[in-house]
Each structure stands twice: as C-alpha cells, then as structure tokens.
C-alpha cells in the first residue's frame, strides 16, 4: 500500500454498498483498500486489518445504524482518529453518529448516489485546512507531465469520445483536479468544458428513460387507384352498343 491509499470501513450489513463505492473510486483511479476486495485466501484479517489502517492516509466510515453499533467499526474509527488520518464519515441512512464523529463533517449519501459520488471526491480533494490538518488525498490520473491547455484538450477530447456516463464522470474529477493546480485565466475554459460534459452526464442518464423505440412500421396497402372517367365512358358506349345490337338482332328474326 502507498501513502495516498483509502481505507473503508463499514458494516457486514452494507457489504454490498461499500464493495460498490470502492469499486467506483477504484475506477476513477483511486487507491482503495476494503477487507471483502483486499484480503488474500489464508491471510489473518485482524492482522491484514490493522495493517491497512496503519498504512492508510484516509479512512472513509460508512455511517448506518448497524455499523454504529459494530465493535469492529468503532475501533477502527478510535484507530484512524488515534492515528490522526483523515477521517471522511459517509452517512447513507439516519442514524444516532457517534460522538467522536459529530464534529466532522459528513457526506450525505442518503439522496442520489452519484451526487454522494461527487461529494465525496470533493471531500477527498479537500485542503488540509478542512481534513483536519491532514494532506491531502492523491488521486492518480493517466495524464502526461504537459501544460494545463494540452491536458484541457486531452480531457475535451475524451469527453467526445466516452461512451459512457462513468467515462465522463471520471473526467469530471480530472477537470476538478485541474481546478485545484490551476488559478490562469484558463479557468473558464475549465469551466466550460465542465459544464459541458455535466449536460452529457445527464443526456446519458435520462436517455434511457425517455428515449422510446420508434413503432413498427405497419405494412402500406396499395394506395386505391382515382376512377378514370374517360375508361367509365368508353365500358358506357360499350354496354349501349352490345344492347343496340341484340336488339337488332332480335328484330331481324322476328
């Protein structure tokens, strides 16, 4: 583990909820530690525990109300608080936060989960002023050592070409980055560009939901052909002559 490394804790009951975040912040390039993901076959978990918050720079506490009543939780709370890491609680459900948490500021995660998300990495890239006097969370991200423009335009044009909403928000966190390095006056082109795959986030959420498939053509009939007069006119004289003639016909025999 490096020095930069994020250490989860939670409760059995949400296994499935913090298996899914590490996975998330794992994507975006962060690195997670989480017992359920990290922990090799054999291996003593109290012992690969320990180590992992020893080695940890952040701890992240999924807060609900059977992790606040989890043992193991609390001390690994009284270790990264003992410690002095960068302690973020995660509220996803009410519950009575410990004491020694409720003078720190939480994520709410109770609402929608991808502005939790969002929240989160902003609580990770926070100064130190705001963790507590902790350094900050180190996220890496695969851009070159270039100037701030190149990585603009790098980032807009992975931003054309995602295909996905995880794609682009993985380059939101990028573009935050860029404004934590940055004070130019490129700054609202950062902005800009942020605003911008903000509305491509949300077409590709709302997309399915409102998108419908076109109906099924149905099958056109042959249109019905216009009566032409002149043919109606021409069957009139027709029948006329055929009945002239029998008449005569007729006539002539009698």
Not at 15 to 29: P, R
Not at 33 to 60: M, R, Y
Not at 81 to 97: A, D, G, R, S
Not at 211 to 226: L, R, V
């Amino acid at each position: 583990m490096t020095e930069d490394s994020i250490f989860i804790s939670y409760s059995r009951v949400n296994s499935e909820f913090a298996t899914n975040l590490a996975k998330t912040l794992h994507e975006i390039g962060a690195n997670i530690w989480i017992d359920k993901l990290n922990i090799k076959i054999g291996e003593n978990w109290d012992n690969a525990i320990q180590t992992a918050l020893q080695e940890s720079s952040t701890c992240i506490i999924i807060l609900s109300k059977d992790s606040v009543a989890s043992n193991h939780v609390m001390d690994e709370v009284g270790f990264a608080i003992q410690e002095h890491k960068n302690v973020i609680p995660l509220l996803i459900e009410e519950c009575n936060i410990p004491f020694r948490l409720q003078r720190r500021q939480f994520v709410d995660y109770r609402g929608d989960y991808q502005m939790g998300i969002g929240k989160l990495i902003e609580a990770l890239y926070s100064d130190s002023e705001a963790n507590n006097g902790s350094t900050k969370i180190a996220i890496p991200i695969d851009f070159p050592e270039d100037n701030v423009a190149e990585r603009i335009a790098e980032i807009r044009k992975k931003s054309i070409l995602a295909s996905n909403d995880r794609e682009l928000r993985k380059l939101l966190f990028e573009l935050k980055m860029l404004k934590d390095e940055d004070d130019s006056s490129i700054m609202y082109e950062i902005n800009e560009l942020e605003r911008s795959i903000v509305n491509s986030v949300n077409y590709h959420e709302e997309a399915p939901a409102n998108m419908k498939p076109d109906p099924k053509p149905t099958p056109m009939s042959a249109p019905n052909p216009e009566p032409n007069p002149r043919r109606g006119y021409f069957i009139y004289i027709f029948i006329v002559l055929i009945i002239a003639a029998i008449i005569y016909l007729i006539i002539m025999y009698q």
